[in-house]
């Protein structure tokens, strides 16, 4: 029986959630990638390194989940996907599930389960607190805070059920690992305008993420937030006001800026150096 390790990755059609599963790929994963839309994930496809596979049984998938509709996204009955294959188009899917994939993809010599996931799936702030309305309050602490803590919840135990079943998974790959990804602006030293219900949502992750690291050390589950500065390239940094952008810069430095690849690497190297001891 082969026993292989899968990833998920939220917020994976652009930015840094797309240099993280393009890293993973590239390192052997099978990834599960989600984006909010159909349209969204069609973007994927054309992108040649999700046609790749760097291992004979490698295998990867994108879904259309919109977290913005939280907490009724759970209950949909389908959702739309796509399946990359190498050297062949991509297929059309309907998912039950977001470990769907994973029941598909296993056979009775192979067994496909969810052993990391990776909550990147962010949507930013753009105009003051006073300006913000109800809705637009409520989609940024929907996708930033709420869908990431029930997508942690739901994939601990979707991890604890395969352990239970197959107890050698433990011998066979990474530990378990969540990793969100936050902000430098959840710091209360950082005090950005036009962020403060952006920073509130990535301060709640964080702090989120500490407390459920120590409920989770002694199941064997590794918890970790990356708490990335400006950069490059992410829509954070396109939709910030001038002004903001401005204080931000002079509050870290120009030097602290960063690229979406040098994020994806500080994840792998997480997930990575996460070995089991014996």
Known sequence: ????????????????????????????????????????????????????????????????????????????????GIEYFKNKPPLKQKYHTVFDPCDKWSTNELYYYVNLLINCAGLTQESLSVRTTASQMQDIMNVNFMSPVTMTNICIKQMMKSQRRRPELSNESAQLTIINISSILHSGEMKVPGTSVYSASKAALSRFTEVLAREMEPRGVRCFAVSPGLVKGTDMIQNLPVSSKEVLETAIGTNELSTPAEVAQEVWSLYNNTKMHK
């Open 1 to 80: 029986m082969h026993y292989l390790p899968v990833a998920i990755v939220t917020g994976a059609t652009r930015g840094i959630g797309k240099a993280i599963s393009q890293k993973l790929l590239q390192k052997g994963l099978s990834c599960i990638m989600l984006g909010s839309t159909k349209e969204s994930i069609k973007y994927v496809a054309m992108d040649k390194d999700y046609s790749q596979s760097k291992s004979l049984y490698q295998r990867h998938c994108a879904m259309a989940i919109d977290f913005k509709k939280w907490p009724h996204w759970l209950d949909c009955e389908t959702y739309d």
